[in-house]
């Protein structure tokens, strides 16, 4: 561990240290280990999806509608529809793959979009105090009243209903919508994580140290502060991806995501439940099990991340 | 005390006055005309945008309006609906909103019980067998979406058992679908509750038993625990008595919490199940573009959340005495 020495405290050896711990803590906990392995697992998918799905343009491809799963797990073999086909032909299986890549773009953007400004908000209102802390804080407290998920559909509602010219901008951003509604749902709420920390922070000698060589703010608030509030962040930022990743879903599954034909979670199950269920069960289950696993697996990751930053501090 | 309750009360105003102001501005402030958008985007004539525009007040000064607004709705004045012709957003609401309060009211009886024996028990047993178990499960089973959970629960419950010969003479307590006739009482809903208040009491029990597992934690590890035990009361009146009398007041907080989690869950879960609660006519209202309904259920349902979280702040300060004043 870095001793806190002037000019080194805000060293960002200590992050790394905190990774390696964080490593051996999930190796530790064999549930977190295979979480973690299952989400490397997906992001894997998620980046070459089109290289890895047999029919990469499984959206327009249509083969016979309705063919139930090939796959035999107690033989090892794929067959020719792994998981079917839907009612209109379309391969499950690679639809399955492809939609990967859409869950964390977005949520993966949104985490990160959401992560970055909140701390840069959270560390400045924190650093500075005062009034504009207070203020900002209160503001915070009161959009946290709202339902994320409430917010999301109104938000996503109003911002659909609007016109704006193709190729301009705003139309760029229309097309994004849910990855802007994350990034400003969660802007506040690591806001607040990053402010609580900062001010447990800045009391420290170190920062006093700073102030006193007459550092400017800036240089205090990276430098010095961030790599202290840095593990925090991290759990935040973890626990902010698996609330992303179930409100994309949820989001996709409501209708309010993806349009069709996109090869959405989501939208799969909710395009193949009601009447389709019993004539395509399939068609359903392999996405929710998608859904389903990529969730669990995330969680589990998150949680593991949140107990070895706990047992580093 | 006093001066506890009268800042609670201060932060719940100001909270309202700025969730309002939110949702009101959502509307207004955002590029494009919001008479346009509300009398239907592109397909509408300048005769009805006109109108809705009188109707709106929205030649008015963005302040005025506001505050014509926060007064309608306070009023009950909350204009027709769209989406559902012949009915008034204000009847539409309350409607909803009973059904919904029935299902949240089976939720939580069936999930605040539950959770809090799971989470004592996960407590009681840190790290070990039980306390794993159930983490797992909290963690796994329960941190799922509640649409897979709710599809779930359809499948197995309704279209397998549903089908079964014991089902088959209770049929009406199996239905796939939980739509439910206008003004059902609620004993003629129980049978299409249930098994949408399972999928919801599924969300809320992860975040309740964790709660209370920390809580639990935390009191045994103080020195009156240790001190109490040394004094030869059996372990069990320490626990009963003392533990749980002062792990489980905090909860009452946390259940105020879960209140807000739970209205997220019920959007999701009444959509699935077709129950004709506040939060599938909220997607309606969306889906329709009839944002004056959407903008009049957000409203309501911030209302409940704040009403709710005041509540819960008040009791806790009254339960215990040693509230922080500060």
């Known amino acids: 561990m870095a001793e806190d020495k002037p000019g080194q405290a805000g060293d960002f050896s200590r992050v790394i240290v905190a990774l390696q711990g964080m490593i051996s803590a999930q190796l530790r906990h064999p549930q977190s280990a295979a979480g973690t392995l299952a989400v490397a697992f997906f992001l894997l998918l998620a980046l070459f999806g089109p290289q890895l799905a047999p029919y990469p343009k499984a959206n327009d491809q249509r083969h016979d509608p309705r063919v139930p799963p090939t796959l035999d797990i107690g033989a090892f073999q794929?067959?020719?529809?792994?998981?079917?086909?839907?009612?209109?032909?379309?391969?499950?299986?690679?639809?399955?793959?492809?939609?990967a890549g859409s869950i964390f773009r977005i949520a993966g953007l949104g985490t990160l979009i959401s992560v970055l400004a909140g701390s840069a908000l959270g560390l400045f209102m924190g650093y500075q105090g005062g009034w504009v802390d207070e203020v900002l804080g209160r503001v915070i407290d009161a959009l946290l009243a709202i339902p994320a998920l409430l917010l999301a559909l109104v938000l996503v509602g109003i911002i659909r209903n609007l016109q704006f010219e193709a190729g301009s901008w705003q139309a760029a951003l229309a097309d994004n919508v849910i990855l802007l509604v994350?990034?400003?749902?969660?802007?506040?709420?690591?806001?607040?994580?990053?402010?609580?920390?900062?001010?447990?922070?800045?009391?420290?000698?170190?920062?006093?140290?700073?102030?006193?060589?007459?550092?400017?703010?800036?240089?205090?608030?990276?430098?010095?502060?961030?790599?202290?509030?840095?593990?925090?962040?991290?759990?935040?930022?973890?626990?902010?991806?698996?609330?992303?990743?179930?409100?994309?879903?949820?989001?996709?599954?409501?209708?309010?995501?993806?349009?069709?034909?996109?090869?959405?979670?989501?939208?799969?199950?909710?395009?193949?439940?009601?009447?389709?269920?019993?004539?395509?069960?399939?068609?359903?289950?392999?996405?929710?099990?998608?859904?389903?696993?990529?969730?669990?697996?995330?969680?589990?990751?998150?949680?593991g991340i949140r107990r070895a930053v706990q047992k580093g501090a | 005390m006093l001066l506890f309750l009268r800042r609670r009360f201060l932060f719940f105003f100001f909270t309202y006055l700025l969730s309002s102001l939110t949702i009101f501005f959502l509307l207004r402030v955002l590029p494009g005309d919001p008479a346009r958008v509300i009398a239907g985007g592109r397909e509408a004539t300048e005769d009805q945008i006109a109108e809705i525009r009188a109707e709106l007040g929205l030649n008015a000064?963005?302040?005025?309006?506001?505050?014509?607004?926060?007064?309608?709705?306070?009023?009950?004045?909350?204009?027709?609906?769209?989406?559902?012709?012949?009915?008034?957003?204000?009847?539409?609401?309350?409607?909803?909103?009973?059904?919904?309060?029935?299902?949240?009211?089976?939720?939580?009886?069936?999930?605040?019980?539950?959770?809090?024996?799971?989470?004592?028990?996960?407590?009681?047993?840190?790290?070990?067998?039980?306390?794993?178990?159930?983490?797992?499960?909290?963690?796994?089973v329960v941190s799922l979406p509640e649409f897979v959970t709710g599809l779930f629960l359809i499948n197995i419950v309704s279209l397998r058992w549903g089908r079964g010969e014991l089902a088959q003479s209770l049929g009406w307590w199996f239905p796939a679908s939980s739509a439910v006739p206008a003004n059902a009482s609620f004993g003629e809903m129980l049978p299409a509750l249930w098994l949408p208040a399972v999928a919801a009491?599924?969300?809320?029990?992860a975040y309740i038993s964790r709660l209370t597992r920390a809580g639990v934690i935390e009191e045994l590890k103080r020195d009156y625990v240790r001190t109490a035990a040394l004094k030869g009361i059996p372990w069990r009146a320490v626990i009963w008595r003392h533990v749980l009398r002062n792990a489980l007041l905090p909860t009452i907080t946390v259940i105020a919490i879960s209140i807000s989690w739970l209205i997220s869950g019920l959007v999701v879960i009444?959509?699935?199940?077709?129950?004709?609660?506040?939060?599938?006519?909220?997607?309606?209202?969306?889906?329709?573009?009839?944002?004056?309904?959407?903008?009049?259920i957000a409203m309501v349902t911030v209302t409940v959340i704040l009403f709710a979280n005041l509540a819960a702040d008040v009791a806790y300060a009254l339960l215990n005495p040693r509230v922080e004043l500060a």
Request: proline fraction near 5%; avoid cysteine; aromatic fraction near 10%.
């Open chain 1, 78 to 99: 794929l067959g020719e529809h792994p998981f079917g086909t839907d009612r209109l032909g379309r391969d499950v299986y690679s639809r399955v793959i492809l939609g």
């Open chain 1, 182 to 303: 994350i990034s400003l749902l969660y802007i506040p709420i690591v806001a607040r994580v990053a402010r609580s920390t900062t001010l447990d922070i800045k009391t420290r000698e170190f920062v006093e140290a700073a102030e006193i060589r007459g550092e400017s703010k800036f240089y205090i608030i990276f430098r010095e502060i961030l790599p202290s509030v840095a593990p925090s962040l991290v759990v935040e930022a973890s626990l902010r991806f698996s609330y992303a990743i179930f409100l994309v879903a949820s989001l996709g599954f409501l209708g309010f995501g993806a349009r069709p034909p996109s090869p959405d979670w989501g939208l799969m199950v909710n395009e193949n439940r009601g009447g389709f269920y019993q004539l395509t069960p399939w068609a359903l289950e392999f996405p929710a099990l998608a859904i389903a696993i990529l969730v669990i697996a995330v969680n589990l990751m998150s949680d």
């Open chain 2, 61 to 140: 000064s963005l302040p005025e309006q506001y505050v014509n607004w926060l007064g309608n709705f306070l009023g009950g004045q909350w204009g027709d609906t769209i989406a559902f012709r012949g009915a008034n957003n204000y009847d539409l609401i309350i409607e909803r909103s009973v059904n919904s309060a029935r299902l949240a009211a089976v939720a939580l009886l069936m999930s605040v019980p539950l959770s809090l024996a799971l989470g004592v028990i996960a407590g009681l047993f840190e790290n070990k067998l039980p306390d794993i178990l159930i983490s797992l499960l909290t963690l796994s």
């Open chain 2, 201 to 205: 009491t599924l969300t809320l029990l």
């Open chain 2, 270 to 296: 009444e959509y699935v199940f077709g129950f004709p609660g506040l939060g599938s006519l909220l997607i309606a209202a969306i889906e329709r573009r009839d944002l004056l309904l959407a903008q009049a």
